[in-house]
Protein backbone atom coordinates (compact mmCIF):
# COMPACT_ATOMS: atom_id res chain seq x y z
CA UNK A 1 0.00 0.00 0.00
CA UNK A 2 1.03 3.65 -0.64
CA UNK A 3 2.82 5.73 2.23
CA UNK A 4 0.69 8.47 1.45
CA UNK A 5 -2.45 6.15 2.16
CA UNK A 6 -0.86 4.93 4.99
CA UNK A 7 -0.18 8.41 6.84
CA UNK A 8 -3.75 9.72 5.94
CA UNK A 9 -5.26 6.52 7.35
CA UNK A 10 -3.26 7.23 10.28
CA UNK A 11 -4.00 10.70 10.64
CA UNK A 12 -7.86 10.10 10.23
CA UNK A 13 -7.60 7.20 12.89
CA UNK A 14 -6.88 10.19 15.41
CA UNK A 15 -8.91 12.19 14.27
CA UNK A 16 -11.96 9.50 15.10
CA UNK A 17 -10.12 9.08 18.26
CA UNK A 18 -10.36 12.70 18.60
CA UNK A 19 -14.25 12.83 17.42
CA UNK A 20 -15.71 10.50 19.68
CA UNK A 21 -14.06 12.10 22.73
CA UNK A 22 -15.83 15.23 21.51
CA UNK A 23 -18.79 13.63 21.33
CA UNK A 24 -18.61 11.86 24.73
CA UNK A 25 -18.28 15.10 26.02
CA UNK A 26 -20.66 16.94 24.33
CA UNK A 27 -23.77 15.01 22.98
CA UNK A 28 -26.08 16.79 20.81
CA UNK A 29 -29.58 15.27 22.59
CA UNK A 30 -32.16 17.60 21.84
CA UNK A 31 -34.71 17.07 19.13
CA UNK A 32 -36.86 19.98 18.05
CA UNK A 33 -40.14 19.26 17.94
CA UNK A 34 -42.12 19.46 14.51
CA UNK A 35 -43.95 22.61 13.83
CA UNK A 36 -47.20 23.24 11.42
CA UNK A 37 -46.31 25.20 8.39
CA UNK A 38 -48.26 28.77 7.45
CA UNK A 39 -48.42 29.15 3.54
CA UNK A 40 -46.83 32.82 4.75
CA UNK A 41 -43.59 30.79 5.67
CA UNK A 42 -43.43 30.01 1.80
CA UNK A 43 -43.02 33.67 0.36
CA UNK A 44 -40.22 34.22 3.67
CA UNK A 45 -38.80 30.52 2.62
CA UNK A 46 -38.16 31.39 -1.20
CA UNK A 47 -36.42 34.60 0.06
CA UNK A 48 -34.05 32.81 2.45
CA UNK A 49 -33.69 30.21 -0.18
CA UNK A 50 -31.90 32.73 -2.38
CA UNK A 51 -30.18 34.63 0.36
CA UNK A 52 -28.36 31.19 0.77
CA UNK A 53 -27.77 30.45 -2.70
CA UNK A 54 -28.72 26.92 -2.77
CA UNK A 55 -29.51 27.42 -6.35
CA UNK A 56 -26.23 27.68 -7.65
CA UNK A 57 -25.03 24.50 -5.98
CA UNK A 58 -27.93 22.26 -6.01
CA UNK A 59 -29.10 22.61 -10.50
CA UNK A 60 -26.51 21.68 -12.49
CA UNK A 61 -26.01 23.71 -15.75
CA UNK A 62 -28.63 23.27 -18.23
CA UNK A 63 -30.38 21.10 -15.21
CA UNK A 64 -33.84 21.42 -13.72
CA UNK A 65 -33.92 23.86 -10.68
CA UNK A 66 -32.82 22.45 -7.53
CA UNK A 67 -32.34 18.50 -8.56
CA UNK A 68 -28.90 18.65 -7.65
CA UNK A 69 -26.01 17.18 -10.06
CA UNK A 70 -23.77 19.52 -9.95
CA UNK A 71 -20.23 18.81 -10.12
CA UNK A 72 -18.05 20.48 -7.08
CA UNK A 73 -14.78 19.74 -7.18
CA UNK A 74 -12.37 19.64 -4.32
CA UNK A 75 -8.97 18.73 -3.54
CA UNK A 76 -10.17 15.65 -2.19
CA UNK A 77 -12.41 14.83 -5.24
CA UNK A 78 -15.49 15.64 -7.22
CA UNK A 79 -19.10 15.99 -5.40
CA UNK A 80 -22.45 15.94 -6.65
CA UNK A 81 -25.23 17.95 -5.17
CA UNK A 82 -28.29 16.39 -4.07
CA UNK A 83 -32.09 16.61 -5.52
CA UNK A 84 -33.47 18.54 -3.13
CA UNK A 85 -37.12 18.76 -4.92
CA UNK A 86 -39.84 17.42 -2.67
CA UNK A 87 -39.68 13.98 -4.99
CA UNK A 88 -40.92 11.42 -2.36
CA UNK A 89 -38.21 8.46 -4.13
CA UNK A 90 -35.43 10.74 -4.91
CA UNK A 91 -35.30 14.04 -3.24
CA UNK A 92 -36.82 15.59 0.22
CA UNK A 93 -40.05 14.43 -0.21
CA UNK A 94 -40.36 12.03 2.52
CA UNK A 95 -38.13 14.77 5.11
CA UNK A 96 -39.55 16.63 7.94
CA UNK A 97 -39.10 20.23 8.62
CA UNK A 98 -37.28 18.74 11.49
CA UNK A 99 -34.75 16.34 8.86
CA UNK A 100 -34.13 19.41 7.13
CA UNK A 101 -33.61 21.50 10.40
CA UNK A 102 -30.55 18.47 10.94
CA UNK A 103 -29.25 18.98 7.74
CA UNK A 104 -28.89 22.82 7.99
CA UNK A 105 -28.18 23.15 11.72
CA UNK A 106 -26.14 19.88 11.89
CA UNK A 107 -24.93 18.50 8.64
CA UNK A 108 -26.43 15.34 8.94
CA UNK A 109 -28.56 13.67 6.13
CA UNK A 110 -31.98 12.10 7.15
CA UNK A 111 -30.34 9.08 8.21
CA UNK A 112 -28.11 10.96 10.32
CA UNK A 113 -24.90 10.04 8.12
CA UNK A 114 -22.74 13.22 7.94
CA UNK A 115 -22.54 15.50 5.40
CA UNK A 116 -19.30 16.53 3.53
CA UNK A 117 -18.63 20.25 4.69
CA UNK A 118 -18.74 21.18 0.54
CA UNK A 119 -22.28 21.93 1.67
CA UNK A 120 -21.68 25.19 4.13
CA UNK A 121 -23.52 23.69 6.78
CA UNK A 122 -20.60 25.15 9.37
CA UNK A 123 -22.31 28.54 8.04
CA UNK A 124 -26.06 27.33 7.80
CA UNK A 125 -25.51 26.16 11.22
CA UNK A 126 -26.24 30.00 12.11
CA UNK A 127 -29.67 29.82 11.00
CA UNK A 128 -32.78 30.56 13.51
CA UNK A 129 -35.37 27.45 13.22
CA UNK A 130 -37.65 29.91 12.29
CA UNK A 131 -35.87 30.49 8.99
CA UNK A 132 -35.40 26.93 8.46
CA UNK A 133 -39.05 26.01 8.77
CA UNK A 134 -39.64 28.51 6.25
CA UNK A 135 -37.24 27.62 3.84
CA UNK A 136 -38.33 23.83 3.99
CA UNK A 137 -41.95 25.00 3.74
CA UNK A 138 -41.04 26.82 0.13
CA UNK A 139 -38.79 23.62 -0.94
CA UNK A 140 -41.85 22.11 -0.01
CA UNK A 141 -44.01 24.12 -2.68
CA UNK A 142 -41.73 23.69 -5.56
CA UNK A 143 -42.08 20.96 -8.59
CA UNK A 144 -40.80 17.81 -7.49
CA UNK A 145 -38.26 16.67 -9.81
CA UNK A 146 -37.37 12.55 -10.47
CA UNK A 147 -33.46 12.35 -10.47
CA UNK A 148 -30.88 10.08 -8.29
CA UNK A 149 -28.52 11.96 -7.02
CA UNK A 150 -25.29 10.97 -8.62
CA UNK A 151 -22.53 9.22 -6.61
CA UNK A 152 -19.87 10.93 -5.30
CA UNK A 153 -16.06 10.32 -6.57
CA UNK A 154 -13.97 11.32 -3.51
CA UNK A 155 -10.48 9.55 -3.36
CA UNK A 156 -9.98 6.97 -0.93
CA UNK A 157 -9.56 7.93 2.36
CA UNK A 158 -12.12 10.70 1.47
CA UNK A 159 -14.79 8.69 0.04
CA UNK A 160 -15.47 7.02 3.94
CA UNK A 161 -17.94 9.18 5.13
CA UNK A 162 -17.53 8.38 9.13
CA UNK A 163 -14.60 10.04 8.96
CA UNK A 164 -16.00 13.23 8.69
CA UNK A 165 -16.71 13.07 12.40
CA UNK A 166 -13.41 13.76 12.74
CA UNK A 167 -13.30 16.91 10.77
CA UNK A 168 -16.53 17.59 12.23
CA UNK A 169 -14.55 17.44 15.88
CA UNK A 170 -11.86 19.81 15.03
CA UNK A 171 -13.91 22.05 12.35
CA UNK A 172 -17.47 22.24 13.61
CA UNK A 173 -18.97 24.46 16.04
CA UNK A 174 -22.91 23.76 16.00
CA UNK A 175 -24.99 27.14 16.58
CA UNK A 176 -27.47 29.06 16.32
CA UNK A 177 -26.65 33.03 15.33
CA UNK A 178 -26.56 34.79 19.06
CA UNK A 179 -27.31 38.71 18.34
CA UNK A 180 -24.45 40.85 19.34
CA UNK A 181 -26.40 43.48 21.96
CA UNK A 182 -23.77 46.15 21.55
CA UNK A 183 -24.48 46.04 17.83
CA UNK A 184 -27.63 47.73 15.99
CA UNK A 185 -30.19 45.81 14.52
CA UNK A 186 -28.83 46.40 10.95
CA UNK A 187 -25.49 45.56 12.14
CA UNK A 188 -26.76 42.11 13.53
CA UNK A 189 -28.81 41.63 10.58
CA UNK A 190 -26.01 41.99 8.31
CA UNK A 191 -23.99 39.43 10.67
CA UNK A 192 -26.28 36.76 10.94
CA UNK A 193 -26.76 37.07 6.89
CA UNK A 194 -23.11 37.08 5.89
CA UNK A 195 -22.03 34.74 8.50
CA UNK A 196 -24.87 32.41 8.44
CA UNK A 197 -27.01 31.85 5.24
CA UNK A 198 -24.55 33.76 2.59
CA UNK A 199 -22.02 31.65 3.28
CA UNK A 200 -19.72 34.10 2.50
CA UNK A 201 -16.47 32.77 3.74
CA UNK A 202 -16.77 29.58 1.74
CA UNK A 203 -14.70 31.71 -0.15
CA UNK A 204 -13.55 34.87 1.23
CA UNK A 205 -11.63 32.97 3.91
CA UNK A 206 -8.35 31.30 3.78
CA UNK A 207 -8.85 27.55 3.99
CA UNK A 208 -6.95 25.60 6.83
CA UNK A 209 -6.05 22.27 6.90
CA UNK A 210 -8.82 19.91 4.89
CA UNK A 211 -10.90 22.13 3.92
CA UNK A 212 -11.53 24.02 7.06
CA UNK A 213 -12.93 27.67 7.40
CA UNK A 214 -13.40 29.91 10.44
CA UNK A 215 -16.91 30.98 10.34
CA UNK A 216 -15.49 34.60 11.07
CA UNK A 217 -12.60 34.98 8.88
CA UNK A 218 -13.78 36.85 6.17
CA UNK A 219 -10.23 38.00 5.58
CA UNK A 220 -9.23 37.16 2.00
CA UNK A 221 -8.43 33.77 0.49
CA UNK A 222 -7.44 31.94 -2.46
CA UNK A 223 -10.63 29.81 -3.76
CA UNK A 224 -9.51 26.02 -4.15
CA UNK A 225 -9.46 24.33 -7.14
CA UNK A 226 -10.94 27.83 -8.86
CA UNK A 227 -8.05 29.41 -8.79
CA UNK A 228 -9.67 32.92 -8.30
CA UNK A 229 -8.82 35.03 -5.23
CA UNK A 230 -11.72 36.47 -3.21
CA UNK A 231 -10.59 39.70 -1.35
CA UNK A 232 -10.94 40.58 1.92
CA UNK A 233 -14.39 41.69 2.91
CA UNK A 234 -13.49 44.05 5.89
CA UNK A 235 -14.07 47.44 3.78
CA UNK A 236 -13.53 50.86 3.90
CA UNK A 237 -16.01 51.66 0.99
CA UNK A 238 -18.90 53.20 2.09
CA UNK A 239 -22.36 50.94 2.76
CA UNK A 240 -24.16 52.08 -0.03
CA UNK A 241 -22.03 51.73 -2.42
CA UNK A 242 -21.21 48.07 -1.46
CA UNK A 243 -24.82 47.15 -1.19
CA UNK A 244 -24.83 48.76 -5.37
CA UNK A 245 -22.27 46.13 -6.37
CA UNK A 246 -23.81 43.10 -4.16
CA UNK A 247 -27.41 43.88 -5.67
CA UNK A 248 -26.32 44.97 -9.34
CA UNK A 249 -23.21 43.54 -10.02
CA UNK A 250 -21.93 46.80 -11.02
CA UNK A 251 -21.04 50.01 -8.79
CA UNK A 252 -19.87 53.24 -9.96
CA UNK A 253 -16.12 51.93 -10.40
CA UNK A 254 -16.52 48.80 -10.08
CA UNK A 255 -17.97 45.20 -12.06
CA UNK A 256 -18.36 41.66 -10.44
CA UNK A 257 -16.27 39.05 -12.22
CA UNK A 258 -15.53 35.32 -12.31
CA UNK A 259 -17.48 33.59 -9.10
CA UNK A 260 -18.52 36.38 -7.70
CA UNK A 261 -20.33 37.51 -10.85
CA UNK A 262 -22.68 33.90 -10.15
CA UNK A 263 -23.19 34.76 -6.35
CA UNK A 264 -25.14 37.98 -7.46
CA UNK A 265 -26.83 36.62 -10.32
CA UNK A 266 -27.95 33.46 -8.33
CA UNK A 267 -28.66 35.15 -5.11
CA UNK A 268 -27.87 38.77 -3.72
CA UNK A 269 -29.63 40.92 -6.64
CA UNK A 270 -32.83 38.99 -5.38
CA UNK A 271 -32.55 40.56 -2.25
CA UNK A 272 -33.32 43.54 -0.56
CA UNK A 273 -31.61 46.38 -0.84
CA UNK A 274 -32.43 47.02 3.38
CA UNK A 275 -30.68 42.94 3.52
CA UNK A 276 -27.59 43.98 1.54
CA UNK A 277 -27.23 47.41 3.14
CA UNK A 278 -27.00 45.53 6.51
CA UNK A 279 -24.68 43.23 5.15
CA UNK A 280 -22.74 46.06 4.05
CA UNK A 281 -22.85 47.68 7.32
CA UNK A 282 -21.41 44.35 8.86
CA UNK A 283 -18.30 44.20 6.65
CA UNK A 284 -17.23 47.78 7.23
CA UNK A 285 -17.28 47.32 10.59
CA UNK A 286 -14.56 44.27 10.37
CA UNK A 287 -11.85 46.64 9.57
CA UNK A 288 -9.29 46.16 7.36
CA UNK A 289 -8.67 43.10 5.38
CA UNK A 290 -5.39 40.74 5.56
CA UNK A 291 -5.18 40.29 2.52
CA UNK A 292 -2.32 37.60 1.26
CA UNK A 293 1.01 40.03 0.88
CA UNK A 294 2.32 40.88 -2.38
CA UNK A 295 3.54 37.03 -3.57
CA UNK A 296 6.42 38.97 -4.73
CA UNK A 297 8.25 38.77 -7.87
CA UNK A 298 11.50 40.38 -7.93
CA UNK A 299 12.58 42.56 -10.26
CA UNK A 300 15.40 45.07 -10.94
CA UNK A 301 14.35 48.38 -11.99
CA UNK A 302 15.50 48.35 -15.13
CA UNK A 303 13.03 45.45 -15.48
CA UNK A 304 10.17 46.91 -14.03
CA UNK A 305 10.59 50.01 -16.48
CA UNK A 306 10.91 47.59 -19.09
CA UNK A 307 7.99 45.90 -18.70
CA UNK A 308 5.71 49.29 -17.78
CA UNK A 309 6.98 50.28 -21.16
CA UNK A 310 5.43 47.49 -22.98
CA UNK A 311 2.64 47.36 -20.48
CA UNK A 312 1.75 51.03 -21.28
CA UNK A 313 2.13 50.24 -25.63
CA UNK A 314 -0.39 47.31 -24.87
CA UNK A 315 -2.64 48.78 -23.14
CA UNK A 316 -3.44 51.87 -25.30
CA UNK A 317 -3.70 49.55 -28.41
CA UNK A 318 -5.97 47.13 -26.34
CA UNK A 319 -7.70 48.51 -23.44
CA UNK A 320 -7.82 52.59 -23.33
CA UNK A 321 -10.57 52.47 -25.63
CA UNK A 322 -13.21 50.77 -23.41
CA UNK A 323 -11.13 51.62 -19.61
CA UNK A 324 -9.98 55.03 -21.08
CA UNK A 325 -6.70 56.37 -21.43
CA UNK A 326 -5.94 57.68 -17.62
CA UNK A 327 -7.54 54.35 -16.14
CA UNK A 328 -10.79 56.19 -15.31
CA UNK A 329 -13.24 53.89 -16.84
CA UNK A 330 -16.94 54.78 -18.04
CA UNK A 331 -19.42 54.86 -15.16
CA UNK A 332 -21.30 51.47 -14.51
CA UNK A 333 -20.27 50.20 -17.80
CA UNK A 334 -16.70 49.57 -18.30
CA UNK A 335 -15.00 49.59 -14.19
CA UNK A 336 -12.23 52.22 -13.61
CA UNK A 337 -8.73 50.56 -13.15
CA UNK A 338 -7.29 53.63 -11.75
CA UNK A 339 -7.18 53.09 -7.78
CA UNK A 340 -9.58 50.24 -8.36
CA UNK A 341 -9.15 47.91 -4.77
CA UNK A 342 -9.69 44.92 -7.04
CA UNK A 343 -6.73 44.65 -9.09
CA UNK A 344 -4.29 45.75 -6.39
CA UNK A 345 -4.50 42.90 -4.23
CA UNK A 346 -1.10 41.68 -2.94
CA UNK A 347 -2.38 38.16 -5.32
CA UNK A 348 -2.47 39.36 -9.01
CA UNK A 349 -4.23 36.33 -9.82
CA UNK A 350 -7.78 37.97 -10.67
CA UNK A 351 -6.63 40.24 -12.85
CA UNK A 352 -4.49 37.73 -14.56
CA UNK A 353 -7.24 35.45 -15.54
CA UNK A 354 -9.59 38.64 -16.85
CA UNK A 355 -7.34 39.35 -18.82
CA UNK A 356 -6.73 36.22 -20.06
CA UNK A 357 -10.41 34.80 -20.43
CA UNK A 358 -12.26 38.37 -20.26
CA UNK A 359 -15.86 38.15 -18.55
CA UNK A 360 -19.44 39.46 -17.99
CA UNK A 361 -20.61 41.33 -14.72
CA UNK A 362 -23.76 39.17 -13.67
CA UNK A 363 -27.02 40.14 -15.59
CA UNK A 364 -29.22 41.77 -12.71
CA UNK A 365 -32.62 43.21 -13.04
CA UNK A 366 -30.84 46.80 -12.42
CA UNK A 367 -28.03 45.96 -15.20
CA UNK A 368 -30.13 43.03 -17.72
CA UNK A 369 -27.79 43.85 -20.36
CA UNK A 370 -24.15 44.26 -19.10
CA UNK A 371 -20.86 45.28 -20.99
CA UNK A 372 -18.73 42.34 -21.46
CA UNK A 373 -14.74 42.30 -21.66
CA UNK A 374 -12.45 40.17 -24.14
CA UNK A 375 -10.53 37.79 -23.96
CA UNK A 376 -6.84 38.37 -24.75
CA UNK A 377 -5.95 34.59 -24.17
CA UNK A 378 -4.82 34.21 -28.00
CA UNK A 379 -4.47 37.32 -29.05
CA UNK A 380 -1.35 38.20 -26.31
CA UNK A 381 1.55 36.80 -25.50
CA UNK A 382 2.64 36.13 -21.71
CA UNK A 383 5.03 38.27 -21.88
CA UNK A 384 2.72 40.86 -22.73
CA UNK A 385 -0.10 39.66 -20.07
CA UNK A 386 2.49 40.79 -17.68
CA UNK A 387 3.24 43.89 -19.09
CA UNK A 388 -0.01 45.10 -19.32
CA UNK A 389 -1.24 43.99 -16.13
CA UNK A 390 2.31 45.22 -14.26
CA UNK A 391 0.82 48.74 -16.22
CA UNK A 392 -2.57 48.44 -14.74
CA UNK A 393 -1.28 47.46 -11.34
CA UNK A 394 1.32 50.50 -11.34
CA UNK A 395 -0.25 53.40 -13.21
CA UNK A 396 -1.93 56.36 -12.25
CA UNK A 397 -0.69 56.02 -8.54
CA UNK A 398 -1.57 52.98 -8.44
CA UNK A 399 0.77 50.25 -5.98
CA UNK A 400 0.33 46.78 -6.71
CA UNK A 401 3.70 44.51 -7.48
CA UNK A 402 4.67 43.73 -10.93
CA UNK A 403 3.02 40.33 -12.32
CA UNK A 404 5.61 37.92 -14.33
CA UNK A 405 4.94 35.78 -17.42
CA UNK A 406 5.59 33.15 -15.10
CA UNK A 407 2.82 33.76 -13.04
CA UNK A 408 0.60 34.29 -16.37
CA UNK A 409 1.66 31.41 -18.01
CA UNK A 410 0.54 29.46 -14.37
CA UNK A 411 -3.15 30.85 -14.76
CA UNK A 412 -3.63 29.58 -18.14
CA UNK A 413 -5.87 26.80 -18.67
CA UNK A 414 -7.09 26.80 -15.33
CA UNK A 415 -11.01 26.04 -15.67
CA UNK A 416 -13.50 29.10 -15.18
CA UNK A 417 -15.87 27.01 -12.76
C1 LIG B 1 -21.42 25.39 -2.07
C2 LIG B 1 -22.38 24.42 -2.57
C3 LIG B 1 -23.68 24.21 -1.81
C4 LIG B 1 -24.57 25.17 -1.38
C5 LIG B 1 -24.45 26.68 -1.48
C6 LIG B 1 -25.68 24.45 -0.82
N1 LIG B 1 -25.48 23.11 -0.89
FE1 LIG B 1 -26.72 21.68 -0.19
N2 LIG B 1 -25.32 20.27 -0.64
C7 LIG B 1 -24.18 20.48 -1.36
C8 LIG B 1 -23.49 19.21 -1.56
C9 LIG B 1 -22.19 19.00 -2.32
C10 LIG B 1 -24.27 18.23 -0.91
C11 LIG B 1 -23.96 16.75 -0.79
C12 LIG B 1 -23.26 16.53 0.53
C13 LIG B 1 -23.02 15.10 0.87
O1 LIG B 1 -23.45 14.19 0.12
O2 LIG B 1 -22.41 14.86 1.93
C14 LIG B 1 -25.41 18.94 -0.33
C15 LIG B 1 -26.39 18.32 0.42
C16 LIG B 1 -27.54 18.96 0.90
C17 LIG B 1 -28.58 18.30 1.65
C18 LIG B 1 -28.59 16.83 2.10
C19 LIG B 1 -29.31 16.00 1.09
C20 LIG B 1 -29.33 14.54 1.43
O3 LIG B 1 -29.97 13.79 0.67
O4 LIG B 1 -28.72 14.13 2.42
C21 LIG B 1 -29.56 19.23 1.88
C22 LIG B 1 -30.87 19.03 2.61
C23 LIG B 1 -29.10 20.47 1.28
N3 LIG B 1 -27.87 20.26 0.70
C24 LIG B 1 -29.83 21.63 1.29
C25 LIG B 1 -29.30 22.86 0.91
C26 LIG B 1 -29.98 24.11 1.11
C27 LIG B 1 -31.36 24.28 1.69
C28 LIG B 1 -29.11 25.08 0.68
C29 LIG B 1 -29.29 26.57 0.72
C30 LIG B 1 -29.58 27.13 2.02
C31 LIG B 1 -27.91 24.41 0.21
N4 LIG B 1 -28.07 23.07 0.35
C32 LIG B 1 -26.82 25.06 -0.31
C33 LIG B 1 -23.70 21.69 -1.80
C34 LIG B 1 -24.26 22.92 -1.50
C1 LIG C 1 -18.15 31.29 -4.83
C2 LIG C 1 -17.20 32.16 -4.20
C3 LIG C 1 -17.72 33.43 -3.54
C4 LIG C 1 -18.73 33.55 -2.60
C5 LIG C 1 -19.61 32.45 -2.00
C6 LIG C 1 -18.79 34.95 -2.27
N1 LIG C 1 -17.86 35.65 -2.99
FE1 LIG C 1 -17.59 37.69 -2.96
N2 LIG C 1 -16.11 37.53 -4.34
C7 LIG C 1 -15.62 36.36 -4.86
C8 LIG C 1 -14.53 36.66 -5.78
C9 LIG C 1 -13.72 35.65 -6.57
C10 LIG C 1 -14.38 38.06 -5.78
C11 LIG C 1 -13.37 38.88 -6.63
C12 LIG C 1 -14.01 39.29 -7.93
C13 LIG C 1 -14.75 40.58 -7.87
O1 LIG C 1 -14.27 41.51 -7.20
O2 LIG C 1 -15.82 40.68 -8.48
C14 LIG C 1 -15.38 38.59 -4.87
C15 LIG C 1 -15.59 39.95 -4.60
C16 LIG C 1 -16.48 40.45 -3.67
C17 LIG C 1 -16.63 41.86 -3.35
C18 LIG C 1 -15.85 42.99 -3.96
C19 LIG C 1 -14.69 43.28 -3.04
C20 LIG C 1 -13.92 44.54 -3.39
O3 LIG C 1 -13.10 44.91 -2.56
O4 LIG C 1 -14.13 45.10 -4.44
C21 LIG C 1 -17.60 41.95 -2.39
C22 LIG C 1 -18.12 43.22 -1.71
C23 LIG C 1 -18.05 40.60 -2.11
N3 LIG C 1 -17.36 39.72 -2.90
C24 LIG C 1 -19.02 40.28 -1.17
C25 LIG C 1 -19.46 38.99 -0.90
C26 LIG C 1 -20.48 38.67 0.08
C27 LIG C 1 -21.17 39.69 0.98
C28 LIG C 1 -20.65 37.32 0.03
C29 LIG C 1 -21.63 36.48 0.83
C30 LIG C 1 -23.02 36.84 0.67
C31 LIG C 1 -19.76 36.81 -0.99
N4 LIG C 1 -19.04 37.84 -1.53
C32 LIG C 1 -19.69 35.46 -1.34
C33 LIG C 1 -16.10 35.08 -4.61
C34 LIG C 1 -17.17 34.77 -3.76
C1 LIG D 1 -14.53 46.09 -25.06
C2 LIG D 1 -14.21 46.80 -23.85
C3 LIG D 1 -13.02 46.31 -23.03
C4 LIG D 1 -11.71 46.13 -23.45
C5 LIG D 1 -11.12 46.31 -24.85
C6 LIG D 1 -10.97 45.75 -22.25
N1 LIG D 1 -11.81 45.67 -21.19
FE1 LIG D 1 -11.26 45.23 -19.29
N2 LIG D 1 -13.22 45.20 -18.73
C7 LIG D 1 -14.28 45.49 -19.55
C8 LIG D 1 -15.51 45.16 -18.84
C9 LIG D 1 -16.93 45.33 -19.38
C10 LIG D 1 -15.13 44.65 -17.58
C11 LIG D 1 -16.03 44.04 -16.50
C12 LIG D 1 -16.00 42.53 -16.76
C13 LIG D 1 -16.63 41.68 -15.69
O1 LIG D 1 -17.14 42.21 -14.73
O2 LIG D 1 -16.63 40.41 -15.83
C14 LIG D 1 -13.69 44.70 -17.55
C15 LIG D 1 -12.94 44.34 -16.44
C16 LIG D 1 -11.56 44.47 -16.35
C17 LIG D 1 -10.81 44.25 -15.15
C18 LIG D 1 -11.39 43.88 -13.78
C19 LIG D 1 -11.76 45.17 -13.05
C20 LIG D 1 -13.09 45.14 -12.34
O3 LIG D 1 -13.26 45.87 -11.36
O4 LIG D 1 -14.00 44.43 -12.79
C21 LIG D 1 -9.48 44.43 -15.48
C22 LIG D 1 -8.29 44.32 -14.56
C23 LIG D 1 -9.44 44.77 -16.88
N3 LIG D 1 -10.72 44.79 -17.38
C24 LIG D 1 -8.29 45.03 -17.59
C25 LIG D 1 -8.25 45.17 -18.97
C26 LIG D 1 -7.03 45.19 -19.74
C27 LIG D 1 -5.64 45.13 -19.15
C28 LIG D 1 -7.39 45.31 -21.06
C29 LIG D 1 -6.50 45.30 -22.27
C30 LIG D 1 -5.63 44.16 -22.42
C31 LIG D 1 -8.85 45.37 -21.08
N4 LIG D 1 -9.33 45.28 -19.82
C32 LIG D 1 -9.60 45.52 -22.24
C33 LIG D 1 -14.21 45.99 -20.83
C34 LIG D 1 -13.07 45.99 -21.62
Known amino acids: ?????????????????????????????????????????VKLGEYLVRAGNCYSCHTAHGGQAYAGGRAIVTPYGTLYSSNITPDKQTGLGAWTSADFWHALHEGKSKDGSLLYPAFPYWAYTKVSREDADAMYAYLKSIAPVS????????????????????????????????????????????????EGLGHCAACHAQRGAWGSVRQKDIGGGLIPMLNWYAP???????????????????????????PMSEVIRDSLQHLALA??????????????????????????????????????????????????????????????????????????????????NGGFPPSTRGNPKPYGMPPFAHVLSDGEIAAVVTYVRGAWGNRGAPVSSVQVAGARGVPLD
Not at 232 to 258: Q, T
Request: glycine residues 10%.
Open 1 to 41: MHVGRLAAIATLAVLIALAVGWFLLFPSGREPAQRPLASAD
Open 232 to 258: SLGSKRAPDEIAEFLKHGVSSGRAAFG
Open 275 to 356: DLRAMAVYLRSRGDGDDEAASGSRLTGAQQEQLMTLGARVYRDRCADCHQPGGEGVPRIYPRLAGNEAILMGNPVNAIRIVL
Open 147 to 194: QQNRPHEMRFPYDQRPLLAGWRALYFREGEFKADPRETSEWNRGAYLV
